[in-house]
């Protein structure tokens, strides 16, 4: 699946996030991001760093599945995982809202 589709920002930061590789994932974010994930908030540059750093350290691999552009600010990537985490399998929705180039909040769901 290309991610063509997806703004450059989303494109950069997916790639990032998937090689665990933080301080490009974090030059994604604005400075007043929201990240959520499993039920929990991240409000911040430290706050998302930490919950970033936290994520390397659990094994997976991804393959991105689909795309979607719900409006200029609002793109949706879904990503299957398998690895090192309970359950062992989960595709999961990552919803991006952006603010000019960068990611405002992202949500990241079943």
């Not at 400075?31 to 706050?47: K, N, Q």
């Not at 929705?93 to 603010?99: K, S, V």
């Given at each position: 699946?290309?991610?063509?589709?997806?703004?450059?920002?989303?494109?950069?930061?997916?790639?990032?996030?998937?090689?665990?590789?933080?301080?490009?994932?974090?030059?994604?974010?604005?400075?007043?991001?929201?990240?959520?994930?499993?039920?929990?908030?991240?409000r911040g540059p430290?706050?998302?760093?930490?919950?970033?750093?936290?994520?390397?350290?659990?094994?997976?691999?991804?393959?991105l599945l689909s795309?979607?552009?719900?409006?200029?600010e609002h793109h949706?990537?879904?990503?299957?995982?398998?690895?090192?985490?309970?359950?062992?399998?989960?595709?999961?929705?990552?919803?991006?809202?952006?603010?000019?180039?960068?990611?405002?909040?992202?949500?990241?769901?079943?």
């Amino acid at each position: 699946m290309s991610n063509s589709n997806l703004p450059a920002v989303v494109t950069r930061y997916l790639a990032a996030h998937n090689a665990r590789d933080l301080d490009p994932a974090m030059a994604c974010y604005t400075e007043d991001a929201v990240a959520v994930d499993d039920g929990h908030t991240y409000r911040g540059p430290a706050e998302i760093r930490a919950w970033l750093a936290r994520a390397t350290a659990v094994k997976y691999t991804t393959t991105l599945l689909s795309t979607h552009r719900v409006d200029d600010e609002h793109h949706v990537a879904v990503q299957h995982l398998e690895g090192d985490f309970p359950g062992g399998v989960v595709d999961l929705r990552f919803q991006f809202t952006l603010r000019g180039d960068r990611i405002a909040e992202l949500v990241i769901e079943p």
